[in-house]
């Protein structure tokens, strides 16, 4: 009975008998289980879309540690006034991020002679830095006689952060589509990474507000302003997420852009 019976396999083509007894029903139930969950889910994933989904997976990952060590850093912006403006041979400038920032004391003959300012923050000299009360007992913050504004800062900060839940949120829609071999996670994970770019890129326009913002609380200190190394960072992550996601969002689709764009060629041509 057994050796009159023939299954096909997933591909269509006629394999041998399947051996006999119970072994046989599993060999079927196996099959059939396959095929359910290759036709529910629609689009089971080939080696070669795995691997493509790694590739976009690291590049958005690049883009989580910069988000990461851009909003952990205070180098977003830098204050400093003149660097003869109190007499004397020291002078004071200040760096500071969405958390913390830091005074620090230089020496005026460390400083480059063709810079007016005094600065950059990152010479040599004596640092003093400060938690940021914004979070605690809402206070705002006094650098150079100028005032933050809470609001602004807060509003940054909390842009940042809720890019870092998006990125989590990605990364775990990723590894589902992984683990469960299903295209269907990838358009979330592309919405959670491009909507994360986003917000970052906003947390940085808001914080250059907050910026402006606190010069303009007042003008008894003229200070030089610039965005230092941390807002670069973050910029490149923002960009390199939205990259992310738009990969994810291309891999998504049901068939390949270039078997759409391109015209099949006959093999026998």
Request: charged share 15%; net charge positive.
């Amino acid at each position: 009975m057994w050796s009159t019976i023939f299954i096909p396999d997933e591909e269509g083509r006629t394999v041998g008998p399947p051996p006999r007894g119970p072994a046989a029903l599993g060999v079927i139930m196996a099959r059939g289980k396959k095929r359910r969950r290759a036709g529910s889910s629609g689009h089971a994933l080939s080696e070669a879309q795995e691997g493509k989904i790694k590739l976009a997976f690291f590049v958005t990952i690049v883009g989580v540690v910069l988000t990461v060590l851009g909003v952990g850093t205070e180098f977003w912006a830098e204050l400093s006034p003149p660097k003869n403006f109190y007499n004397n041979e020291t002078c004071l400038t200040a760096h500071y991020g969405l958390w913390k920032g830091c005074t620090k004391t230089l020496w005026v003959a460390d400083v480059p002679h063709d810079r007016a300012s005094c600065g950059p923050a990152e010479l040599p000299g004596e640092s003093n830095c400060t938690y940021f009360k914004f979070f605690t007992t809402g206070e705002n913050a006094v650098m150079f006689q100028k005032t933050t504004q809470k609001s602004l800062n807060v509003a940054a900060a909390m842009l940042a952060l809720f890019s870092l839940f998006l990125m989590l949120m990605g990364a775990i829609c990723i590894a589902m589509a992984l683990h469960k071999e299903l295209l269907s996670f990838l358009k979330p994970a592309s919405f959670c990474f491009s909507l994360a770019g986003v917000l970052v890129l906003l947390s940085l326009l808001v914080f250059h507000q907050s910026v402006w913002a606190l010069l303009a609380s007042d003008r008894s200190v003229p200070l030089h302003h610039q965005l230092s190394w941390s807002v670069t960072v973050l910029g490149c992550a923002g960009a390199v997420l939205l990259v992310g996601g738009l990969l994810f969002l291309l891999l998504a689709l049901p068939c390949s852009i270039w078997q759409r764009c391109l015209p099949q060629r006959d093999g026998g041509h």
